[in-house]
């Protein structure tokens, strides 16, 4: 099958971009996505021209590098997939693709496709964790958890940290990314100890890099991994929550 | 030189509790006057980088990813196996090690291996108390299955993504030390040398890979966590950056690198589908749990699986293999596989495959049991190859996926060189010639959190009050030099092929005479191809752009260029090697029927090899194996 690439490229986050149009010709619809833009490269390179820079690793929808907004959408047509798993079956023959790099404040681009998203590094490091020092863990089964509590935790932990819900959203909010984690740690016994503190410092971090949510819900529909909308509505309760339990507010810390 | 493994006296079981007795501590208030650089983020290095950083030691991290969380540790699908016998099926310490030393062909040194058991327990309670939602059972406490080459159940998983989940919870133990200041991340940072001074690792390298800005860091002491090198073979299972470059730099600096050829041929990935394919895709190990798998009983049978009658089909692990079945460890579940293809027998359009059934499976627990299993594993075959593993049985073919090779590291996790480490799928410690199932994911970490934090102690207490040498030294600015003119030559030979062209060719080198069977004709053959490719690559290699920005050709060409040595160090190895053990395959050391045959008298050794320059053979040094806890059987799965 024959393709277009309307694809944006640009040198750096302080230069202007613009699109650019390629041919894709003789491309099987067995190859992923990645693939065909792989052969555009070698075919810019044989014609002498820099390739195409664009994030991707495992290529096996896990590892959350990938990050390509394809025909308007993140990861482009197909639900619940992340770029690297999308198939070239999924377009037509002559189609025009239009392809981007994630769009938003919170990211700036780096070159062509690729961009920064270590503001999720931070959100993280504000308390996306639960502070166990190597060793003094007890007994794994000393705490039972309920199976339903643990399943939960799961979904909310499958999040791959691509950064498309950010790039889904008219206001570029992070509350979808940031919510799973808080919901993973927060729905588990091991986790409640720090609950409150780590949902407002959570939440305060990311509205430092983010915009405001304002209950659109494209986030959820462009995840690759079907992070539920509830997530974030756990997470403005333990907000909320937080602020009032916050022990500094109660006097119990300086 | 004598490979000194440092491995203490006594007896197996305390010889590492002795010797953490016997090493040397830095006290609490002296860790931060030690510098620490770690390289590498994923299960060991994350893991290393935040207990170091717990402890108190001023760490300063590296990855090449975007982000810590990127590293391929996440691929892992299946779990991750501990001793803790909460099945109550005779699983022990003990036999976690022994079933780890007779999987991996008796190829790998004991005590490190009864470490690794030992503190595979304290790695479960570790994780479930940072949150890791392992599987569990409606009573509230952790589940386990099993795994290919043992009949015990002591994997704990997390769906299909548990290296996803142990690596996201080294991740946040990580973040946890770098929001607290303790710990610099330094990330789209790659390392390109290592530093030396008086035969000593004083620091290293790195590029900044947005800017291209060469930059060196010392320290006291630097440890390499930068895992395998499967992708020397271009197609593998490993992410696309996966790469060789940090443990050839070390190596080429003096750093031994052992038993180079044991690779590990994964048996359940996807078949390719063109040749396009830029990569191979892992489906868990654990769907050989309830897939049953077959080949048509007479070759070229191009009918659709459902029109082949139970009579016309061939069980070939369940007849060859009837105590473990389709639980065979994966070298002779790949070699199998591989044998069946040969004879014509494969299956799909490609012919390059075998079936993975799950019919039986769904027939007697329902699809409800299967899809909770494995549903994820099911959708993700789907998506890639538009067929219903529920309805048609998956196409499955072995492909690389692990290498059990790797620096040489003493029992403390030191190379050769002092003050360099190597830890993880890195160094060659644990796994001897095959590595078991969800042993990787145990290995990774227990290096990181629980053997490194205390060995590297006993070398960093020598140096107390001293400096790490400075940056402004002649070695740091030569070492850069030197990367500089590396970068700067790759863009200079304008000639007319991609890299990636060049490391397709190299793969397939590999792949037909270092891959599941091996001979030494093929051999001598790879080590005459091998070196003209490489000299064609620096006469014809096209790079193109600068240093100055982001540039991902020119970050593969240097990785590529270190593949090709590599590549050629795993052949000498292969050829060394003239038996067949594990994953290493000689096809003039096999029995009668086929399986591989094991020369204890004279291999039972492990292969160091030692650098001696571009064009000349390295040195080998054998490092000899002492059994003295198990006994060298033939390993039987019938």
Known sequence: MNVTLKLWRQESADKPGAYVMLEANDISPEMSFLEMLDIVNENLIAAGEVPIEFDHDCREGICGTCSLVIDGIPHGPQRSTATCQLHMRKFRDGAVITVEPWRAAGFPIVRDLVVDRSAFDRIIEAGGFISVATGSAPEANLTPVPREAAEAAMDAASCIGCGACVAACPNGAAQLFTAAKITQLNLLPQGQPERWARTVNMVDTMEEYFGSCTNIGECASACPQDISLDFIALMNRDYARGMVRQRRLTGQRS | ?638
């Open chain 2, 1 to 638: 030189m004598i490979l000194e493994s440092k491995v203490p006296a006594g007896p197996l079981a305390e010889k590492w509790e002795s010797h953490r007795f016997n090493m040397k501590l830095v006290a609490p208030t002296n860790r931060r006057k030690f510098k620490v650089i770690i390289i590498g983020t994923g299960l060991a290095g994350a893991s290393a980088a935040a207990t170091l950083g717990e402890l108190g030691y001023d760490v300063d991290v590296f990855t090449y990813h975007d982000s810590p969380r990127r590293a391929h540790s996440i691929a892992a699908q299946g779990g991750i196996n501990a001793a803790k016998n909460y099945r109550g099926d005779g699983d022990s310490i003990f036999r976690l090690f022994y079933d780890t030393i007779k999987g991996g062909d008796y190829r790998s040194r004991e005590a490190n291996v009864y470490r690794l058991a030992e503190v595979s327990n304290e790695i479960i309670d570790q994780c479930t108390a940072q949150g890791v939602p392992f599987a569990r059972e409606y009573g509230g406490l952790l589940d386990n299955r099993s795994f290919g080459g043992v009949q015990v159940s002591r994997t704990f998983y997390a769906r299909g993504q548990t290296g996803q989940q142990l690596l996201l919870g080294s991740y946040q133990a990580l973040a946890r030390q770098v929001g607290l200041g303790a710990v610099k991340l330094h990330t789209r940072a790659e390392m390109l040398e290592v530093v030396l001074k008086d035969g000593q690792a004083v620091g290293v390298v790195v590029r900044d890979l947005t800017s291209g800005e060469i930059s060196t860091h010392s320290a006291h002491a630097v440890v390499l966590a930068t895992g395998g090198y499967s992708n020397a073979y271009y197609l593998s299972t490993n992410a696309m950056a996966c790469n060789g470059t940090a443990i050839w730099r070390a190596y080429r600096k003096g750093a031994q690198f052992a038993n180079a050829s044991f690779t590990q041929i994964h048996p359940t990935c996807i078949p390719a589908s063109d040749e396009f394919q830029s990569k191979l895709t892992l489906m868990s190990e654990s769907l050989r749990n309830d897939g049953r798998i077959w080949v048509p009983e007479k070759a070229e049978d191009s009918r659709p699986a459902s029109q082949i009658p139970e009579a016309e089909r061939d069980y070939y692990l369940e007849r060859r293999y009837p105590a473990f079945g389709n639980l065979v460890p994966r070298d002779v579940a790949s070699r199998a596989a591989k044998q069946q293809i040969d004879q014509n027998k494969g299956v799909g359009p490609l012919h390059n495959g075998v079936y993975l059934d799950f019919h039986d499976s769904i027939e007697r627990l329902g699809r409800d049991v299967i899809a909770a299993r494995y549903g994820n594993l099911f959708e993700m075959y789907e998506r890639i190859t538009d067929e219903n593993p529920y309805e048609t049985p998956m196409r499955i073919y072995p492909a690389p996926h692990y290498t059990m090779g790797g620096l040489w590291v003493d029992y403390e996790l030191m190379t050769t060189v002092p003050g360099l480490y190597s830890i993880g799928e890195a160094n060659f410690s644990d796994h001897g010639a095959n590595r078991l199932g969800a042993s990787a994911l145990m290995q990774g970490l227990a290096d990181g959190y629980f053997v490194l934090p205390y060995t590297i102690a006993n070398f960093l207490a020598k140096s107390l009050n001293t400096d790490p040498v400075s940056t402004d030294d002649p070695v740091f600015h030569e070492a850069a030099r030197d990367v500089t003119d590396r970068l700067n030559m790759f863009l200079g030979i304008k000639g007319s092929r991609s890299v990636d062209w060049f490391h397709r060719e190299l793969g397939k080198i590999l792949i037909e005479h270092c891959g599941m069977a091996r001979n030494a004709s093929g051999l001598e053959k790879a080590l005459s191809d091998i070196p003209a490719l490489r000299d064609e690559f620096y006469q014809d290699v096209r790079v193109l752009g600068e240093n100055e920005t982001l540039n991902q050709s020119l970050e593969k060409a240097g990785r590529v260029a270190d593949f090709f040595e590599l590549g050629e160090l795993m052949c000498r190895d292969a050829l060394h090697r003239e038996e067949s053990c594990g994953g290493h395959f000689r096809e003039e050391h096999q029995t009668e029927d086929g399986e591989a045959l094991r020369r204890d008298d004279e291999f039972a050794h492990v292969a160091s090899w030692e650098w001696t320059g571009l064009d000349t053979e390295p040195n080998l040094h054998k490092e000899e194996l002492e059994f003295e806890n198990v006994e060298l059987t033939t390993r039987s799965y019938k």
